[in-house]
């Protein structure tokens, strides 16, 4: 019971910055990850419980309804489509971009997973009117969402995001009617719609997106120089940060100790419990993070470093932990998160 309350009690809503919703509903972490594992090799899976309240294709094309009429009451032309490493971050991303195509926009979709900055830079870069980025951010492995960014590389306007909630309307049959219909002819008609997404080379962005940051570096031959100094560990907690942020390191002169078990992208994101947040600034993301380069470093290697740092799944947050000064550190601890 408490899974159909769970999966049926409400419907999912356009929050602050984006949607965010459980994708599935049970208590048990065993079967939270049986119930993933379904969901990575299907968009649809009626082996799991998902309804009103669960982020899934059905309340994904309902939200993209509103997005799509407001996007063309607002006369935009160009939407671009990325995605993070997250269970069936990949296919709504591609759902989302045939169905956008059905409204006869012309639609860029990243030829591999990316990082929500790299998803902003795109836009600019490709001239585009909006981005739509498959990620739940922070939240545990559990979630998926939709981030949505204007052509300005921030997020819509209070006034905006009231405009596109309005655009779904309040004709439910209608968009049901909408949705199904477009699902039909999407399995009829795969291949054509696919043949009319623009492609974006993501490694092409990441390395443009890495040049455009270095604009901002005032003086880049003493950063250089100061940068060969620094001892640091790195990880990305299993999501899309590693690719950008080595290459960003690389650029600066600056060797980090990749903490393997977690740079590499996971779905699972399996050095976490099921409920476990990935906010940067949680305690036990941290310690976790700590713990995971003591076991492949060893602690004498931990005490060598002037920090740890580490970016949320899709890389717009980051993480550092440094060591507390030896004085203070009967009350902060020996380590401490001090900033994100």
């Known amino acids: 019971w408490y899974e159909i309350l769970e999966s049926f009690n409400n419907e999912i809503f356009y929050g602050t910055s984006s949607i965010r919703a459980k994708m599935v509903c049970s208590l048990e972490s065993n079967q939270t990850l049986k119930d993933l594992k379904k969901l990575s090799s299907s ?38 489509i990325g995605y993070d490493n997250r269970i069936q971050s990949k ?55 939709i981030k949505v960014f204007t052509k300005f590389g921030g997020q819509p306007t209070y006034k905006e995001k009231n405009q596109i909630v309005h655009a779904i309307g309040n004709n439910y049959k209608r968009n049901l009617e909408l949705i199904s219909n477009f699902l039909k002819t999407r399995e009829q008609e795969k ?22 940051l270095f604009n901002f570096i005032s003086d880049i031959p003493i950063v250089k120089k100061n940068s060969k100094k620094l001892k640091i560990g790195f990880c990305s ?38 409920n476990q947040t990935l906010e940067p600034s949680n305690s036990i993301v941290y310690q976790k993070i700590i713990s995971e380069f003591v076991k492949e470093y060893g602690k004498k290697k931990l005490e060598t470093l002037d920090a740890i ?15 507390v000064p030896k004085h203070q550190q009967h009350i902060l601890g020996k380590y401490r998160f001090v900033s994100g």
Do not use: W
């Open 43 to 80: 968009s649809f899976c009626d082996d799991v419980l998902q309804g009103t309240n669960t982020f899934n294709p059905v309340t994904l094309l309902i939200f993209a309804i509103g997005l799509a009429n407001h996007s063309k009451k607002s006369r935009y032309k160009r939407i671009v």
């Open 91 to 145: 296919s709504f991303a591609t759902m989302l971009c045939d169905f956008f195509l059905t409204f006869g926009f012309r639609t860029y979709l990243f030829d591999h997973m990316c990082s929500s900055p790299e998803l902003v830079f795109s836009i600019k870069k490709l001239g585009a009117d909006l981005g739509v980025m498959i990620t739940a951010s922070h939240n545990d492995k559990r979630f998926n969402g």
């Open 191 to 212: 291949h054509k719609l696919h043949s009319n997404h623009i492609r974006i080379n993501s490694e092409e962005i990441s390395t443009k997106y890495i040049e455009y």
């Open 237 to 274: 907690i299993n999501g899309t940060g590693y690719k950008p942020a080595s290459k960003l390191l690389k650029k600066l002169g600056i060797s980090p100790l990749y903490i393997h078990s977690m740079i590499r992208p996971d779905p699972l994101f399996s050095s976490f419990k099921s």
């Open 309 to 323: 740092l580490f970016t949320d799944p899709d890389s717009d947050r980051i993480g550092l932990v440094c060591k």
